[in-house]
C-alpha cells in the first residue's frame, strides 16, 4: 500500500483537520471535521447496541434484576464528583458528553426549579432505537420496574439515565440529579431535567 494513503488512514480526523487549518487549507479543514462528526455519530449507535447486547445476554442468563445491579455498580464510581457539580454544572457535563456522541442538543431551557436540557435525538439509545437496531424481542425490559420509568420495552442501555439520575442520587442523597422524560415514541425527543 502506498505509504501516503497508509499514513492518512493513520492519522485521526482531528489530527488532519488541524494540520489543513495549520497550512490554511480551510476546505480540507472542513472536510476533515465532517468526517469525524460523521464517524462519531455512526459509532455511538453501535457502541451503544453493544452494550445493550451485552447487558440482554446477562439478563438472559440470570435475570434482569442484575441488570440494575451492574448499572447500579458502574455508575455509582465518581458519584461526590458528579453530586457536587450541583444541577447547573450537572446540565454541562452531561450536555458536553452529550455533544461529544453526536446528540443534537434542541433546546437548553432554564426554569424556575430546573434546567430543561432536549435531545432530538440522543446521539446514544435514542439513535439506536431510530435507527430500529434493537431487536423487539430482545435486550429491553421484560416488565416495568422502577428503573425503566415503570415500563416493559425500555432499552437495557437506556436505564442508565434513571438508575444513574434518579435511583442513586434518591437512595443517597434523597433527591434525583435529574429525571429523564422517556419518550415511548423513538421519533421524540429525549428530556432532561435537572433539578435545582
Same mark, same amino acid.
Not at 109 to 116: F, I, L, Q, S
Given at each position: 500500500?502506498?505509504?501516503?494513503?497508509?499514513?492518512?488512514?493513520?492519522?485521526?480526523?482531528? &489530527?488532519?483537520?488541524?494540520?489543513?487549518?495549520?497550512? #490554511?487549507? @480551510?476546505?480540507?479543514?472542513?472536510?476533515?471535521?465532517?468526517?469525524?462528526?460523521?464517524?462519531?455519530?455512526?459509532?455511538?449507535?453501535?457502541?451503544?447496541?453493544?452494550?445493550?447486547?451485552?447487558?440482554?445476554?446477562?439478563?438472559?442468563?440470570?435475570?434482569?434484576?442484575?441488570?440494575?445491579?451492574?448499572?447500579?455498580?458502574?455508575?455509582?464510581?465518581?458519584?461526590?464528583?458528579? &453530586?457536587?457539580?450541583?444541577?447547573? #454544572?450537572?446540565?454541562?457535563?452531561?450536555?458536553?458528553? @452529550?455533544?461529544?456522541?453526536?446528540? +443534537?442538543?434542541? *433546546?437548553?431551557?432554564?426554569?424556575?426549579?430546573?434546567?430543561?436540557? +432536549?435531545?432530538?435525538?440522543?446521539?446514544?439509545?435514542?439513535?439506536?432505537?431510530?435507527?430500529?437496531?434493537?431487536?423487539?424481542?430482545? #435486550?429491553? +425490559?421484560?416488565?416495568?420496574?422502577?428503573? *425503566?420509568?415503570?415500563?416493559?420495552?425500555?432499552? =437495557? =442501555?437506556?436505564? @442508565?439515565?434513571?438508575?444513574? #439520575?434518579?435511583?442513586?442520587?434518591?437512595?443517597?442523597?434523597?433527591?434525583?440529579?435529574? +429525571?429523564?422524560?422517556?419518550?415511548?415514541?423513538?421519533?421524540?425527543?429525549?428530556?432532561?431535567?435537572?433539578?435545582?
Amino acid at each position: 500500500m502506498d505509504s501516503d494513503i497508509a499514513s492518512r488512514l493513520g492519522t485521526l480526523f482531528l &489530527d488532519q483537520a488541524m494540520a489543513a487549518a495549520g497550512e #490554511g487549507d @480551510h476546505q480540507k479543514m472542513s472536510e476533515q471535521i465532517e468526517l469525524h462528526r460523521s464517524a462519531q455519530r455512526s459509532l455511538a449507535p453501535v457502541r451503544t447496541l453493544w452494550i445493550n447486547d451485552a447487558l440482554a445476554l446477562i439478563a438472559d442468563k440470570t435475570g434482569e434484576e442484575e441488570v440494575l445491579n451492574l448499572w447500579r455498580e458502574w455508575l455509582s464510581f465518581g458519584f461526590e464528583r458528579f &453530586d457536587a457539580l450541583g444541577a447547573k #454544572g450537572q446540565l454541562e457535563r452531561l450536555a458536553g458528553s @452529550h455533544n461529544s456522541l453526536g446528540s +443534537t442538543i434542541k *433546546s437548553v431551557e432554564e426554569k424556575e426549579d430546573r434546567y430543561v436540557l +432536549t435531545l432530538d435525538p440522543c446521539g446514544s439509545g435514542g439513535l439506536m432505537r431510530r435507527k430500529e437496531m434493537l431487536a423487539t424481542d430482545r #435486550g429491553v +425490559t421484560k416488565k416495568g420496574y422502577p428503573w *425503566s420509568w415503570g415500563r416493559a420495552g425500555v432499552p =437495557y =442501555y437506556c436505564a @442508565h439515565c434513571a438508575i444513574g #439520575g434518579e435511583i442513586i442520587p434518591m437512595e443517597r442523597k434523597g433527591k434525583a440529579w435529574y +429525571t429523564m422524560e422517556f419518550p415511548d415514541d423513538p421519533q421524540a425527543p429525549c428530556v432532561y431535567n435537572f433539578l435545582k
